[in-house]
């Protein structure tokens, strides 16, 4: 079927795919912008809290907020919890595959509550069917670190495995509201990086392991190429239809 106006003839099902594609590269090119600006924010919100000197006690905190708290450099005391420990799979550090060790404290400012704590880094056993060998402190602890908001990823089907021994678990990503309600433990749905006590833990780096802005804006840069591309080709279809004698509609 051809579409008409004026003289010029338009494929109608070649018009209306091409139109949806650009529709759909464009928003994929601003929906990458969005990022880029969300990653901005993220990093600036990271140097900021990198620049402070004294950490804000967890007891002064009311409500704490993944919008005004990320990576807030505050401090806490209290205890460890021996069980359960979590690994957060797939953690490389100098091209070795490792784990994150997250062990749950009890605040005293915050008792009802227990705080996930990252302590670090350690490398992975040689099988699978093993975990790192560790020893969560029992003495009382003044922490400090960083707050840290996970991503809410709802593309993760298994959060955790439970065949573990020992409650220790392996996860592929430490969503502490899922884990809480999953395994019904009273966790902040935010977890703490710690910094020090520099004894306390194993090797640590902080700083936001997601995708820069630069990525997303080059990513950005690609779908509106590739939405100029598709009107280009299409227009170029477009004027060679045209340049063809016009078929008989009737006869």
């Known amino acids: 079927m051809i579409l008409k106006k004026t003289n010029i003839r338009f494929p109608l099902i070649a018009t209306l795919v091409t139109l949806l594609a650009i529709a759909v590269l464009v928003k994929l090119g601003f929906w990458q912008l969005e990022r880029a600006e969300e990653k901005r924010k993220l990093f600036s919100d990271y140097e900021q809290q ?3 000197g004294d950490a804000t006690a967890l007891s002064q905190l009311g409500t704490i907020s993944s919008e005004s708290d990320r990576f807030l450099f505050a401090k806490m005391e209290g205890e460890f919890v021996k069980q359960p420990v979590f690994f957060l799979d797939n953690k490389m550090t100098d091209g070795i595959v490792g784990y994150h060790v997250i062990a ?3 605040p005293d400012a915050k008792p009802n509550n227990y705080i996930p704590v990252n302590m670090g880094w350690v490398p992975a ?5 093993e975990l790192p060998e560790i020893d969560i402190p029992e003495s009382r602890q003044n922490l400090t670190g960083y707050l840290y908001f996970p991503s809410n990823n709802k ?3 298994n959060t955790y495995e439970t ?7 392996r996860v592929q990503e430490f969503q502490p509201n899922a884990i809480s309600k999953e395994l019904d433990i009273p966790l902040t749905d935010y977890t703490f990086l710690l910094k020090s006590p520099d004894t306390l833990g194993w090797q640590r780096n902080w700083k936001p392991q997601v995708m820069s802005p630069q990525k997303h804006q080059g990513y950005a840069v690609q779908w509106f190429s590739l939405a100029i591309a598709c009107l280009v080709i299409f227009v170029f279809a477009v004027i060679k239809l045209n340049k063809q004698p016009k078929k008989e509609e009737t006869r």
Not at 125 to 129: E, F, G, M, W
Not at 163 to 169: G, P, T
């Open 125 to 129: 056993p040689a099988s699978r069917q």
């Open 50 to 52: 990198q620049s402070k």
């Open 155 to 157: 593309f993760v089907s």
């Open 163 to 169: 065949e573990l021994a020992d409650d220790r678990i």
């Open 104 to 106: 749950l404290f009890r």
